[in-house]
T-cell receptor, first 116, second 112 residues
Framework: GAVVSQHPSRVICKSGTSVKIECRSLDFQATTMFWYRQFPKQSLMLMATSNEGSKATYEQGVEKDKFLINHASLTLSTLTVTSAHPEDSSFYIC????????????FGAGTRLSVL | DAKTTQPTSMDCAEGRAANLPCNHSTISGNEYVYWYRQIHSQGPQYIIHGLKNNETNEMASLIITEDRKSSTLILPHATLRDTAVYYCIVRLFGGSQGNLIFGKGTKLSVKP
């Protein structure tokens, strides 16, 4: 299957700082990328969908000014958690797909964010 | 996207076949059935998908009933590394619409 790389795998930061997470499609150009969040013992929750060169579409209840998404190229999307607080601590997972993957979504390994 | 219902948990003996059921009684004619799994603290892994015919790949087989209201994922020879949460998801295929919406899935425990 296609490979989606996510970095960093784990980050610990102080409350009030911003954190950037990168998501790259390594062997295909991703027309659409997704960001999910997963709290302990819960399922994945879709946060936003982004198409290359367009503004991201956020799910209801997700603050677009807090979770900044940039999909500047067909192989890179970034999620920036601005002014992070302890309640933002979670497992963030990106996903990508395109016609080249027969529209199958492939996922990164996830980023564990801990805000102190 | 149609909703799915899966058992909360299942056990399977190592080396035996694991049969994971999924109900999707409200599936529409152009929606596919996808299966993913998530091993602890990792991102979901694509397993297989299908429309109405049975499908097989190197990981698993997917059996879809004739009325398409339910399906079964079969891991033919389960190993300890197959212990994971398995998600059954239905969505449109091939279009720009339709995201993967995850339910609670089935926690499969493969035991020695």
């Amino acid at each position: 299957g296609a490979v989606v790389s996510q970095h960093p795998s784990r980050v610990i930061c102080k409350s009030g700082t911003s954190v950037k997470i990168e998501c790259r499609s390594l062997d295909f150009q991703a027309t659409t990328m997704f960001w999910y969040r997963q709290f302990p013992k819960q399922s994945l929750m879709l946060m936003a969908t982004s198409n290359e060169g367009s503004k991201a579409t956020y799910e209801q209840g997700v603050e677009k000014d807090k979770f900044l998404i940039n999909h500047a190229s067909l192989t890179l999307s970034t999620l920036t958690v601005t002014s992070a607080h302890p309640e933002d601590s979670s497992f963030y997972i990106c996903s990508a797909r395109s016609g080249l993957t027969k529209n199958i979504q492939y996922f990164g390994a996830g980023t564990r964010l801990s805000v102190l | 996207d149609a909703k799915t219902t899966q058992p909360t948990s299942m056990d399977c003996a190592e080396g035996r076949a694991a049969n994971l059921p999924c109900n999707h009684s409200t599936i529409s004619g152009n929606e596919y059935v996808y299966w993913y799994r998530q091993i602890h603290s990792q991102g979901p892994q694509y397993i297989i998908h299908g429309l109405k015919n049975n499908e097989t790949n190197e990981m698993a087989s997917l059996i879809i009933t004739e009325d398409r209201k339910s399906s079964t994922l079969i891991l033919p020879h389960a190993t300890l590394r197959d212990t994971a949460v398995y998600y059954c998801i239905v969505r449109l295929f091939g279009g720009s619409q339709g995201n993967l919406i995850f339910g609670k899935g089935t926690k499969l425990s493969v035991k020695p």
